[in-house]
């Protein structure tokens, strides 16, 4: 009798976490495979990928012109259905995962999401080689990572600040009872530092240097009065590399708009919770995940202007893709999670 090779093939199971910023994955069996920022270059004579992640960064400003660094998505959202394909793709090759695997991907996606929006997710990751796509809202995925009752009839609060879009959410049962998002986020602070520095002192810097500047010098409540940090620039005028000394003034204000508005919405979401909830996370708390929940001081801000005690989770970066690879574990009692994020 002969036995067809697809049938001898175990599908694998594989989670992936598909930010702005920055993409990860992950399988149950092996852990986090992939962490690196989500950009994917592409040889334009031949239509292949030349590198993905930090291969591409390194990329960034130095390559020939058939070759382009792209970014896939903004805001949390794909702006290139074909070049995020082609990502996710790289990440199967990167990870050893080829289309003979019959990958299953958890993948997360944001709750502020279109219909349109998860349907080009999805998609992007079948014609990347994925067999069968489900998909969960991140702050749940998140709320899973946190080791949060999720399917408990209590009430768990979560914040997601991530590059390009923040959640807030109350979550029991399975589901996002109240919720509120910002197509807005880190990058939007990056941006507001570099339009500060080309303006008030006439250079522009790259991008890790304005990182740098953000994590080092802001405060989401101005604590950092009177610190400065001298970086290397370029004269918007002559183009001149001078130094020149940032102080945490500048970034602060720079700061001011993300973080009312992430404010804003975390008092929205929590505002709308009903009673009984209410009253759990109050007794619990929120906790904050994603790369901008490191920002000095904005857990204390949060819990000042909500009444909430705040925590920043450990490695909040991580969250997420944690939380999805637990879902890969759990994928038959979870079914009702991927159903609600597939409308």
């Known amino acids: ?166 959640e807030a959410a109350v979550i029991s049962l399975g589901g996002i009872v109240t919720g509120s998002a910002r197509r807005q986020g880190g990058n939007d602070f990056d941006a507001a530092i570099a339009s500060l520095l080309r303006i008030q002192l006439g250079v522009v810097v790259a991008p890790a240097v304005v990182e740098n500047l953000k994590f080092h010098l802001a405060s989401a409540m101005g604590r950092t009065r009177g610190l400065s940090q001298v970086v290397l620039a370029r004269t918007v005028d002559r183009g001149e590399l001078v130094e020149v000394d940032v102080d945490a003034d500048l970034v602060n204000a720079a700061a001011h708009e993300v973080v009312t508005s992430t404010v804003r919405m975390v008092q929205e979401c929590l505002g709308d919770a009903p009673p009984d909830l209410s009253q759990d996370v109050s007794a619990r708390g929120l906790t904050m995940v994603g790369g901008q929940a490191q920002l000095a001081d904005f857990a204390e801000l949060i819990a000042a202007n909500t009444g909430v005690e705040v925590e920043v989770a450990l490695e909040p970066d991580t969250v997420v893709i944690r939380g999805l690879a637990l879902c890969l574990e759990e994928m038959s009692s979870l079914y009702a999670l991927f159903r609600d994020a597939d409308r």
Do not use: C, W, Y
């Not at 292949?48 to 896939?72: I, N, Y």
């Not at 695997?101 to 502020?112: C, Q």
């Open 1 to 166: 009798m002969t036995v067809a090779l697809s049938s001898l093939i175990v599908p694998l199971d594989v989670a992936l976490d598909i930010g702005t910023a920055h993409s990860r994955l992950a399988t149950a069996q092996r852990g986090i495979l992939f962490d690196e920022p989500t950009l994917v270059a592409i040889d334009t004579n031949t239509g292949s990928v030349v590198e993905v992640g930090h291969g591409a960064l390194d990329m960034v400003a130095r390559t020939p012109r058939h070759v382009v660094v792209f970014r896939p998505l903004a805001q949390g959202a794909t702006v290139d259905f074909d070049v995020t394909a082609r990502l996710i793709a790289g990440l199967f090759e990167r990870a050893g995962i080829s289309k003979l695997s019959r990958a299953r991907v958890v993948m997360s996606v944001p709750s502020l999401a279109t219909p349109i929006e998860r349907r080009a997710l999805r998609q992007a990751a079948i014609q990347a080689g994925a067999r069968e796509v489900s998909l969960i809202e991140a702050p749940i995925a998140a709320a899973i990572g946190l080791g949060l009752p999720v399917q408990d009839p209590v009430g768990s609060a979560v914040a997601l600040l991530g590059a390009g879009a923040s």
